[in-house]
């Protein structure tokens, strides 16, 4: 059995797993079901031998006293976010050097991305997000269907790949990427809108919400975020870029009862795009001009 006086518990995740750190911060520790476990283990070697940077397992048991637990290297103290947050411009938004790193990060996962195929067995899909939705009760269930119809009919063309699920500078580190409970099968480009689009999802007036924007990115790296990635993806589309915008803002939606004025937020934000985009309207234009709306 694992000496959990060695470490310190964290919180229980999205996936009911539990998560420790150590003392002196050097690995986490997750704790889980037998199966889960094992799937966890399968899913770090299948994508290190997929050119997808994770941290390194330092430990894997599944013996037969219960000790099932994943043991993986720490690697928390250098993720994006807390260097963004420490070199921000007088106006908030990161700085064009840290900017350029995560794009050629964001790069080098698209590439990997591309290059896996669908071998390995995950559970989640591009309508878990939509599902979970119905299931909180929080939407009009006719309007988030005729959104949901909609979008995956716009991306029924768009191929499925591996994807993080939560794509963004918390879960980025300058070489590796960490916390791959959301990882599913998604639209190409799910990934990519989550990294670009995911600070817009928290509200500017620090004192009115339980959580608030810390960073912005500027037009001109907005413009360098499209032109980079569309080659791959066709984010200049309006439809295509609105869909799987959406589709992330579902899964943001979710299980948000402990941040209820930010959860009504992000619902509200969620009713007026896809409004728009059943309307056959400009939603790009639209979700690109309420990034800087309070």
């Known amino acids: 059995m694992v000496d959990l ?4 518990f964290i919180h229980t995740r999205r996936d009911w797993s539990q998560l420790y750190k150590s003392r002196d911060w050097d690995c986490f520790l997750k704790i889980w079901s037998k199966d889960a476990i094992q799937h966890e283990h399968d899913l770090y070697t299948f994508l290190k031998d997929h050119n997808i940077s994770v941290p390194l397992v330092l430990e894997f ?16 103290d ?9 070199q921000l411009n007088d106006d908030f938004s990161v700085p064009n050097n840290l900017f350029d790193k ?5 790069r080098k996962h698209l590439d990997a991305q591309m290059k896996i195929d669908d ?9 878990i997000s939509f599902t979970a939705l119905l299931w909180e009760d929080i939407f009009d269930a006719k309007f988030l269907t005729e959104v949901q119809s909609k979008v995956l009919d ?6 499925k790949v591996w994807s ?15 916390d791959l409970e959301d990882s599913q099968f998604n639209f190409l480009g799910y990934d990519m809108i989550s990294l670009l689009t995911h600070i817009y999802w928290f509200p500017l007036d620090q004192e009115l919400w339980e959580r608030y924007r810390k960073y912005t990115h500027s037009a001109t790296q907005l413009q360098k975020w499209l032109e980079e990635l569309s080659p791959s993806i066709n984010f200049y589309d309006d439809e295509v870029f609105s869909a799987l915008f959406l589709l992330r803002w579902a899964w943001a939606a979710q299980r948000m009862e402990k941040w209820p004025k930010l959860q009504k937020y992000r619902v509200d934000r969620f009713n007026k795009v896809g409004d728009i985009f059943l309307s056959w ?14």
């Open 78 to 86: 250098a993720t994006y976010s807390k260097i963004v947050v420490s």
């Open 61 to 76: 048991s599944l013996l037969e006293d219960g000790s099932y637990f994943l043991r993986e290297q720490s690697l928390w």
């Open 281 to 294: 309207s400009d939603s790009k234009q639209f979700i690109f001009d309420t990034f800087n709306l309070r």
């Open 102 to 106: 995560i794009l050629q990060f964001a």
């Open 5 to 8: 006086k060695k470490y310190e």
């Open 119 to 127: 071998s390995f067995t995950i559970s989640q899909n591009a309508n």
């Open 164 to 178: 993080h699920g939560d794509f963004n500078i918390h879960n980025i580190l300058p070489n590796w990427i960490i």
């Open 154 to 159: 716009v991306l029924k063309s768009v191929p």
